[in-house]
């Protein structure tokens, strides 16, 4: 079965720092792009960021570049979303999704994780 | 920054046909898509490449694309297609964008 498992939310104060991971299984990891996609509670999707197959192009919204970095570890089938200076209105569900196509860029998502749940508080 | 526009609400009777819009400017040069996201769920892709669907999902959905707006339309709708619905659109590398969502009610 094709399965992606967010895990390392949760609170932490506006300034701070948080690292969020995806687990992916069912799949060739490697041959697929990844993506981190946000919703704020009660609010819509907001794109957050892409990283390519093979992990060598990275992709950021407005909204976090300069602050987010993404990357990942194709030998350990997990792509992470390191977050920096994290401010209240990046509180959101953050989910990891995989994109529908092999060895493309941009697209559809047809596999979501569950969602980790980032709160930026004090 | 590119924006995709959806009405916040569509209310349908049951077994009548919902049509959920996404407009946004030059909508016809990019790809499009469609999402469901039921109370409390992840996000589930429901159409695909403009009017195809993924395995297990009805085929009261379908969805057309032209012009500035893209239409996704559920025929003879049910309970279970209670939920909120999202286009998405990309053109290029880095340029995907969600729309702003629409709550069906049934």
């Known amino acids: 079965e094709v399965q992606l498992l967010e895990s390392g939310g949760g609170l932490v104060p506006p300034g701070g720092s948080l690292t969020v991971s995806c687990a992916a299984s069912?799949?060739?990891?490697?041959?697929?792009?990844m993506n981190w996609v946000r919703q704020a509670p009660g609010k819509g999707l907001e794109w957050v960021s892409e990283?390519?197959?093979?992990?060598?192009?990275?992709y950021y919204a407005d909204s976090v570049t300069g602050r987010f970095t993404i990357s990942r570890d194709n030998s350990k089938n997990t792509v992470f979303l390191h977050m920096n200076s994290l401010r209240a209105e990046d509180s959101a569900v953050y989910y990891c999704?995989?994109?529908?196509?092999?060895?493309?860029?941009?697209?559809?998502?047809?596999?979501w994780g569950q969602g980790t749940m980032v709160t930026v508080s004090s | 920054s590119y924006e995709l526009t959806q009405p916040p609400s569509v209310s349908v009777s049951p077994g009548q046909t919902a049509s959920i819009t996404c407009s946004g400017d030059k909508l016809g040069d990019k790809y499009v898509c469609w999402y469901q996201q039921k109370a409390g769920q992840s996000p589930a892709l429901v159409i695909y490449q403009d009017n195809k669907r993924p395995s297990g999902i009805p085929e009261r959905f379908s969805a057309s694309h032209s012009g500035n707006t893209a239409t996704l339309t559920i025929s003879e709708t049910q309970a279970m297609d209670e939920a909120d619905y999202y286009c998405?659109?990309?053109?290029?590398?880095?340029?995907?964008?969600f729309g702003t969502g629409t709550k069906v009610t049934v």
């Open positions: 998405q659109a990309w053109g290029s590398v880095a340029a995907t964008v």
């Open positions: 990283i390519s197959a093979s992990g060598g192009s990275t």
């Open positions: 069912g799949f060739t990891f490697s041959n697929y792009a």
């Open positions: 999704a995989k994109l529908l196509y092999s060895h493309s860029v941009s697209g559809s998502f047809d596999i």
